[in-house]
């Protein structure tokens, strides 16, 4: 399959799910494959992507990775996006992990291309085009094949439909994704459900301090279930975001 095909494809993904798609952008030092943006009115949430047409055997490394990173920070983008129609190696999926990049591999594309060919409802008459949307499925992989796009089996492709665990719109997806923003929402519920309850049932100091922490834990592995869909991203921004919300309450409770 030839690139600009792949190209044109993922474009088309990212054109359905609201994103203006700009392709082969052009930056100083760098051409994206895919520059995407979400336009949002709490403002824009930037995409860059990369079309990776190998062999099936050949695995993308770190090169690419931090070649996509580097554009990514060019751009003021949010987030990176990688797509292969072979795989990545190990290494460069635990730097995506750490990274918080999405790595889509061949199984990924063949799990987006039958979600986005249900999706689009494609008249009789335009043979054609249902013609294409058959042929991209074929073209991903074997029928045969047992879906999955990440390490553990859990990682999805950033494009594909939502899961029914997620019902988020994509600007508060966007927003709760970014790990600040994430810190100060947790220590901002916590703090005011804690005090509601202080004051309409009369709690003491102590076990309010109690009750914000119980509820800052929840929050700070409960809110990165929804948003993110890697396991792994999950527990890690979890730890982090629970830890620094502690640090912040204890020092709003001293003051």
């Known amino acids: 399959m030839k690139k600009q095909k792949l190209v044109d494809f993922i474009a088309k993904v990212m054109e359905d799910s609201g994103f203006k798609v700009y392709k082969d952008f052009r930056t100083s030092q760098h051409i994206v494959d895919i520059y995407g943006i979400l336009p949002t009115t709490l403002g824009d949430i930037g995409v860059v992507v990369a ?14 990775l931090k070649e996509m990173e580097m554009a990514a920070k060019t751009l003021k983008a949010s987030k990176v996006v990688i797509v292969t129609t072979s795989d990545f190696s190990s290494q ?3 730097y995506a992990i750490k990274r918080n990049m ?38 991903y992989g074997p029928p045969s094949t047992i879906f999955h796009t990440g390490h553990t089996g859990s990682q999805r492709g950033l494009l594909s439909r939502r899961e029914r665990r ?13 790990t600040i923003i994430l810190i100060i929402t947790v220590v901002a519920v916590s703090f005011l459900i804690a005090t509601i309850l ?58």
């Open 51 to 64: 079309c990776k047409n190998y062999d099936e055997n050949w695995k993308v490394g770190m090169d690419v």
């Open 92 to 94: 460069a999926r635990n």
């Open 102 to 139: 999405k790595l889509i591999d061949r199984n990924g594309l063949i799990k987006i291309a039958e979600e986005f060919s249900k999706k689009i409802q494609v008249p009789e008459e335009e043979e054609e085009e249902d013609e294409y949307y058959e042929e991209e499925v074929e073209v």
């Open 166 to 178: 997620q019902p988020i719109t994509p600007i508060i997806r966007g927003l709760l994704q970014n």
């Open 198 to 255: 202080q004051i309409a049932a009369g709690l003491g100091t102590s076990i309010t301090g109690i009750v914000k922490i119980m509820i800052a834990a929840a929050l700070s592995y409960g809110i990165p279930y929804l948003v993110e869909d890697d396991g792994a991203v999950i527990m890690i921004k979890g730890t982090i975001v629970f830890f620094s919300s502690l640090l912040l309450l204890v020092i709003l409770i001293l003051i």
